[in-house]
C-alpha cells in the first residue's frame, strides 16, 4: 500500500514522469550521485535511474577527499549551475534567485549562481510572432510598422524586441517564451517534490531552508508570469516618484496599456545609453553624477514613506537620456513595505545609527522567521560585533554585499531568517551600491537614511494619520462591543447548560496519563491486598493452628480478597504496558 501511495502521490504533483527522469539524469551526471537521492528515488514506481558518468566524482567523493568549505561550496556551485543551463529557463530562473540569496548560501556558491544571468538562449523571432499576434488579438503588422527580429534581451521569461508602432513612435517588446509557463509549472512541481525527499532524509538540507527559496520563486514567478502586472508596476512607480523628484530627474517609459497582456509588454523605448556602458558614460560622468547624487535620496524616499520601490536598480536599467534626465527600465521585481514594516525598517536604521543593538535585536525579532525565541543577550553582543565596524563608512568605504552577508550569517547562526519582502530591502541598497561604485561616487547611504529618518518619523505621526488609524481602532472597538455581550450571553447560556463545570481536555498525552493511571491503581491495589494479608494474620494471633481447618473462614476471605486485589492490579498493568 505504502508503494501505492507513493504512486498517486507522486502523479498528482509531478504530471511528466519523464522529465523527472531527464532532470535526475543531469544531476547525477554532474556529480550529484547521493545514496539519498538514489534511496528516495528508487521507491518510485516505473522510473530507473541512469548510472554516474564514468570519470565524474561525487559530491560525497569530494567530500572525502578534505575539500575545503569554500572549494567545496565553489564546486558544488559550479556542478549546479552546469545542471541548470542544460535544463532550461526554469533552472535559470532558480538559479538566479539562488544567486541573490546571500543569507542562504555561501559567496562562492553565489558566484557559480551569478553566471547564470546571460546564460538564457534566445528564441528567434518566427517563433514568437504568433504569440505576439494572439496577444493583440490580430495580426501583429496591423499595430507594428516593423519589428527588429534581433533580440536586443533575453531573460528566462520573456525575450525582448525593438519595434516602431504604426503611429511612428519607437517601442520595446517584451513576449513571452513560448510554452514557458506549462514548462515551469512542471519543473516547479519536480523540484518541489525532489527537495521535500531530501528534506525528509537530511537534517542539514532542511536547515539550509531551500524550502524558503521555493517559495520566494514560486512568488516570483506570479507576477512575472503574469506581463499585466508589470505594465501596473510601472506605472505606480511613476505615480509614486513624481512625489519625491520636483526637479524630474527621474524618466519612466510609457507604457502602450492597449497593447498590454499577460504575454505581451509593449512600452516606450528610452534613447540614450546605460550606466553598465562605462566608455559613454566616462563622457558624461561629471553631469550623471550630479543627477545620481540627488536622486538616490528620492529613491530611498519611495520605500521609506510609499513601500513601494524599485527592487532591480543595477547599472543596466539606468539610463542616461539626451535631455539629461535619467531614465529606468525593468518593473519585473518590485519590493513593498507595509506601513508597520516600513515603520519597523525605519526603527532598524534608526537603531543602527545609533548603535542601539539591543533595540535593533527586537525589531528583528519583529519581522523575522524563527522557531525558537533566540539567547536575546547573545544576539545582541552577537549583532554589535558583526555590524559596528560598517557604522559610519561611505558607500566607498562599505561592501554592502558583505554588510548583508554578515547580518544574514550573524542571524541564521540563531536561526533567524529575513522574510522575503525584507530581503528584497537589503538587494535593493546592495545594486543600488553597486551602481554607485560603478560611477566611482562617495555615496553615504547610512548618512542617507539617517538625513530622512526625523521626517519620516513625523510623517507617520501626522494629524491626519493619527486621525485615520483612530477611526479604524474605534470601528473595531465598536464592532467588538457589540459582539462581546453577544458571545458572553451565549456562553453563559451553553454553560448553565452543563452545571457551570469546566470540562479539561488533553491532547497529545494519553499514553503517558494511562500509564500512570494503571502504576496509580497497581498501587491502590497492592496497599489494599496487603492490608487484607496482614487483618487475616492478626485473625489467627491467638489461634492455635495444627491445620488449615483450624484457619477460621474470615481470616480465608481476607486472603481471598487479597489474592483477586493483586491479580487485577497485575493485569491492568499488563494491559497499560
Known amino acids: 500500500m505504502g508503494l501505492i501511495k507513493t504512486g498517486i502521490q507522486l502523479s498528482k504533483t509531478i504530471r511528466n514522469v519523464g522529465r523527472l527522469r531527464e532532470i535526475i539524469s543531469v544531476l547525477m551526471r554532474n556529480g550529484f550521485d547521493s545514496l539519498v537521492l538514489r ?36 564546486d558544488v556551485g559550479e556542478r549546479l549551475r552546469k545542471s541548470f543551463e542544460e535544463l532550461g529557463p526554469a533552472f535559470i530562473k532558480l538559479g ?23 546564460k538564457v538562449k534566445p528564441v528567434p523571432f518566427n517563433e514568437v510572432q504568433d504569440v505576439i499576434s494572439e ?49 515551469i509549472t512542471t519543473d516547479l512541481s519536480i523540484v518541489i517534490f525532489l527537495v521535500s525527499q531530501l528534506e525528509r532524509a537530511s537534517e542539514d538540507i532542511r536547515y539550509l531552508g531551500i524550502s524558503r527559496i521555493l517559495k520566494d520563486f514560486a512568488h516570483s514567478l506570479q507576477n512575472e508570469l503574469n506581463f499585466n502586472i508589470e505594465a501596473l508596476n510601472c506605472t505606480r512607480f511613476a505615480q509614486n516618484l513624481a512625489k519625491y523628484d520636483p526637479e524630474e530627474i527621474f524618466y519612466i ?18 534613447e540614450g545609453f546605460a550606466f553598465s556602458d562605462i566608455d559613454n558614460v566616462n563622457k558624461e560622468i561629471d553631469s550623471i553624477k550630479e543627477k545620481i547624487e540627488k536622486g538616490v535620496g528620492v529613491i530611498i524616499k519611495t520605500f521609506l514613506l510609499d513601500g513601494f520601490f524599485h527592487a532591480d536598480l543595477h547599472g543596466g536599467n539606468f539610463f542616461y537620456l539626451p535631455n539629461g ?19 519597523n525598517f525605519v526603527a532598524i536604521l534608526y537603531a543602527l545609527v545609533t548603535n542601539d543593538y539591543e533595540n535593533l535585536v527586537y525589531e528583528f525579532l519583529d519581522v523575522a522567521e524563527y522557531d525558537e525565541i533566540p539567547d536575546v543577550d547573545t544576539l545582541v553582543k552577537d549583532l554589535r560585533d558583526s555590524l559596528s565596524p560598517f557604522v559610519g563608512l561611505t558607500v566607498q568605504q562599505t561592501d554592502f554585499t558583505i554588510v548583508l552577508r554578515t547580518l544574514a550569517e550573524t542571524l541564521r547562526t540563531h536561526r533567524i531568517y529575513l522574510p522575503r519582502d525584507w530581503f528584497i530591502v537589503f538587494r ?32 507617520n505621526f501626522k494629524k491626519e494619520e493619527l486621525l485615520e488609524e483612530a477611526m479604524w481602532s474605534g470601528r473595531d472597538i465598536l464592532s467588538a462591543s457589540r459582539t462581546v455581550p453577544r458571545h458572553l450571553k451565549w456562553f453563559l447560556k451553553e454553560w448553565s447548560k452543563k452545571g457551570y463545570a469546566f470540562e479539561i481536555i ?39 493452628v495444627h491445620s488449615l481447618k483450624d484457619i477460621p473462614t474470615i481470616a480465608w476471605i481476607f486472603w481471598g480478597i487479597s489474592t483477586v486485589l493483586i491479580l487485577n492490579a497485575l493485569r491492568i498493568l499488563k494491559r497499560s504496558n
Request: glycine share 10%; with cysteine.
Open 325 to 343: 534626465k535619467v531614465g529606468i527600465i525593468d518593473y519585473g521585481l518590485m519590493g513593498t513595505l507595509s506601513k508597520k514594516s516600513r515603520m
Open 96 to 118: 538566479q534567485l539562488m544567486g541573490s540569496r546571500e543569507d542562504i548560501f555561501p559567496a562562492e556558491f553565489i558566484e557559480q549562481m551569478q553566471m547564470l544571468r546571460d
Open 253 to 270: 517609459p510609457k507604457i502602450y496599456k492597449k497593447f498590454c497582456s499577460k504575454d505581451l509588454l509593449v512600452m516606450e523605448k528610452l
Open 39 to 74: 534511496a528516495t528515488m528508487s521507491k518510485i514506481p516505473g522510473l530507473s535511474l541512469p548510472e554516474k558518468a564514468s570519470g565524474t566524482d561525487t559530491i560525497e567523493e569530494q567530500i572525502k577527499k578534505g575539500k575545503t568549505d569554500e572549494d567545496l561550496a565553489r
Open 428 to 459: 535593493a541598497l546592495i545594486t543600488l551600491d553597486g551602481v554607485g561604485k560603478s560611477l566611482d561616487m562617495d555615496l553615504d547611504l547610512f548618512g542617507l537614511f539617517n538625513k530622512d529618518i526625523s521626517g519620516i518619523v513625523k510623517s
Open 135 to 183: 496577444s493583440l488579438e490580430k495580426d501583429w503588422t496591423e499595430v507594428f510598422e516593423s519589428i527588429d527580429p534581433n533580440p536586443i534581451g533575453t531573460a528566462s521569461i520573456g525575450v525582448v524586441f525593438k519595434g516602431l508602432l504604426k503611429t511612428g513612435e519607437p517601442v520595446v517588446i517584451k513576449v513571452k517564451r513560448p510554452g514557458i509557463e506549462k514548462d
Open 506 to 544: 488533553h491532547r497529545g498525552h494519553e499514553e503517558q496519563l494511562s500509564m500512570l493511571s494503571s502504576s496509580l491503581i497497581f498501587l491502590g491495589n497492592s496497599l489494599l491486598s496487603g492490608i487484607m494479608v496482614l487483618a487475616g494474620v492478626l485473625l489467627i494471633k491467638d489461634v492455635n
